[in-house]
């Protein structure tokens, strides 16, 4: 039994490599979002999470290990520009960084926006985010760890007593617990504001 979980893993890690090896080197032929693509979208305040549905194959990836749409996060910090602070591999170049709303949209085929209203702290929550610009993306499962959700989820433990659920992996590339970006898309104790899916 165990050989044949063994195989089944090692299989998986292959195809994963070899699809990873494929998004390399072709470019998503899929369109994202246009500001003009969002009907009715509701006034966004700084500390506002927004979740997407990304338009790239490692979104696709993340959305079918996590059985959810929503594949990345991140968090407004200003609204006039509205600019989002996020960590991706891929649209902010393995680091922390500041987009702007279109660069994020364009990423994106779906999108939903969460508020935390008993958010408290927030200058210190906003201290935290920005001082985690231009530090390197890390998609471990340690306490170096530095990606998309758990950016968002240590500083907003600074103002907030969260309770997210986070996912056990086991595969090869990938073993140990991590937090999906659907766990603050299923955290109740956050308002869901906004969701657009074509």
Request: hydrophobic share 45%; aromatic share 8%.
């Amino acid at each position: 039994m165990g050989t044949g979980k063994s195989i089944l893993n090692k299989l998986f890690v292959l195809i994963l490599t070899l699809v990873l090896a494929f998004w390399v080197l072709l470019p998503s032929k899929e369109q994202g979002l246009k500001m003009g693509d969002l009907p009715a979208l509701p006034r966004l305040e700084v500390l506002d999470l927004v979740l997407r549905a990304g338009v790239d194959l490692d979104s696709l990836l993340i959305s079918r290990l996590s059985n959810s749409p929503y594949s990345h996060i991140g968090v407004v910090i200003s609204t006039k520009p509205l600019q989002i602070l996020h960590a991706s591999s891929t649209d902010t170049q393995n680091k922390v960084a500041i987009s702007e709303w279109s660069d994020f949209l364009a990423h994106a085929k779906a999108l939903a926006i969460k508020r935390y209203v008993d958010l408290t702290h927030k200058e210190r929550v906003m201290a935290h985010l920005k001082a985690q610009v231009r530090k390197e993306f890390r998609l471990t499962n340690d306490e170096t760890r530095l990606y998309c959700t758990t950016l968002i989820e240590d500083a907003f433990k600074q103002g907030l007593n969260l309770n997210l659920a986070y996912e056990k992996l086991d595969l090869s590339l990938l073993s140990g617990k991590y937090l999906f970006p659907k766990a603050f898309y299923e955290d109740n104790a956050s308002l869901l504001l906004y969701e657009f899916k074509r």
